[in-house]
């Protein structure tokens, strides 16, 4: 198979209808990098811990896991931006990256109230900072506080089975009563979701463009690729990142795939095949999408990004519930110059008003689950 062809079947995101049964779902190797998925450690008293467990398996951009927690006392911890895992060419103001902090505040406060604990949030205690800008200022500082009355959330059981799921969604459609069922999920007045196939039709070829505007630069090319996992041994290496199996590969095809066609010396000299995938596979995802939904602020700071992160995570988890599979297209929101025009276009398309953000924009559907991404120890991201 050539490599051209190699990424028709990625992106056809599952390796059933392409390849004889023989050679799919089988031979999946021992994974490491995935022991966060089950949960505290057995055994495990100390509540920050316990609560710190969930919050890192929170929703992230290229699951760079940009988090340092710092223990403040024995029933508190200030989160702040981990000032080292930033994505500086695809995310120039930091905005995602504390969209990524706020995913990880729904998991921690979910995580509390199921062990009893109300969790007390003080954003921003020591001053909120612009936008392109990261004080060592912590994000948040938590305090949780036994509580009779905490309730638990039944979005705290879909924690350790959620994922952004990057399969090509079977051709099923979403209802207006789940839509409706997943607005209910939050209360965040910027939340639009549609499943209007001509609507749905120009948002794929949005992202599809996107995608080929985000792919024409060679940083931020690398960037990415800096973040995939080649094989299980980068995966269990770094323990961050992603690779095939989030868009659903496999057993015997994911072995070949990543022995034979992705190579990561050959993609770093030369990024363009990879380009020329990414595009392909965008919209292959893109025009699989049952519906699509997106998150607006009025506004734009460091506490909006946050809530926004908030309210992703709850309809994450609520789509989960619901058995939908959902999924991030970022491209078209971000801030390098390069994506403006098309981004002015998407904004008018959606009827955004001018100056407000549209803070996150995903698809919805039906598909089958895929691998977890890895995740680092609760050590990582301690400091010191
Ligand atoms: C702010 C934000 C932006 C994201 N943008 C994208 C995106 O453009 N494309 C994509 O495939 N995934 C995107 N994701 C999903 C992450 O890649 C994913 O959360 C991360 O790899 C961890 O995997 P998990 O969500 O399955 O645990 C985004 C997530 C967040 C929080």
Not at 52 to 60: M, V
Not at 77 to 94: A, I, K, M, N
Request: glycine share 8%; aromatic share 8%; net charge neutral.
């Amino acid at each position: 198979m050539h490599r051209r062809d190699f990424i028709k079947v990625m992106a056809a995101g599952s390796s059933v209808a392409l390849l004889p049964s023989i050679l799919s779902g089988c031979g999946e190797t021992g994974e490491t990098g995935l022991e966060a998925w089950n949960g505290p450690m057995p055994g495990e008293t100390d509540i920050r811990r316990i609560v710190l467990s969930y919050a890192i398996l929170a929703p992230n951009p290229h699951n760079k896991q940009p988090w340092i927690v710092d223990l403040t006392g024995p029933d508190s911890f200030d989160l702040y931006v981990d000032q080292s895992r930033l994505l500086p060419e695809t995310d120039p103001p930091f905005r995602q990256v504390h969209i990524g902090q706020g995913t990880f505040l729904e998991n921690a406060a979910l995580a509390a109230a199921r062990r009893g604990y109300r969790m007390d949030v003080e954003y921003f205690p020591h001053g909120m900072y612009a936008n392109a800008q990261i004080a060592d200022k912590p994000v948040a500082s938590l305090t949780l506080v036994k509580d009779g009355s905490a309730r638990v959330d039944p979005l705290f059981a879909q924690i350790t089975k959620r994922q952004s799921n990057k399969r090509v969604y079977e051709d099923t459609p979403v209802s207006a009563a789940q839509l409706s069922e997943l607005a209910g999920s939050i209360n965040h007045p910027g939340l639009g979701l549609t499943n209007k196939a001509g609507k749905r039709r120009t948002l794929a070829d949005t992202a599809r463009r996107a995608m080929q505007i985000e792919t024409a630069d060679k940083a931020r090319d690398a960037e990415t690729i800096a973040m995939f996992r080649f094989n299980d041994e980068e995966r269990a290496r770094f323990r961050d990142g992603f690779g095939v199996a989030q868009s659903g590969m496999t057993g015997l095809m994911k072995f070949a795939a990543e022995t034979f066609f992705l190579d990561r010396q050959e993609t770093e000299a030369d990024s363009s095949e990879f380009g020329a995938q990414a595009v392909q596979m965008t919209t292959e995802q893109a025009n699989s999408a049952a519906a699509f939904g997106w998150i607006t602020t009025k506004t734009n700071n460091r506490l909006d990004q946050v809530l926004t992160g908030r309210a992703y995570e709850r309809l994450n988890l609520k789509a989960t519930q619901l058995g939908l599979a959902m999924h991030p297209m970022s491209q078209v929101l971000q801030e390098y110059p390069d994506m403006s025009a098309l981004q002015r276009q998407f904004l008018g398309l959606l009827g955004v008003p001018d100056g407000h953000t549209v803070q996150m924009l995903f698809r919805l559907g039906i598909a089958d689950p895929v691998s977890h991404s890895a995740r680092r120890g609760l050590s990582d991201i301690m400091r010191d």
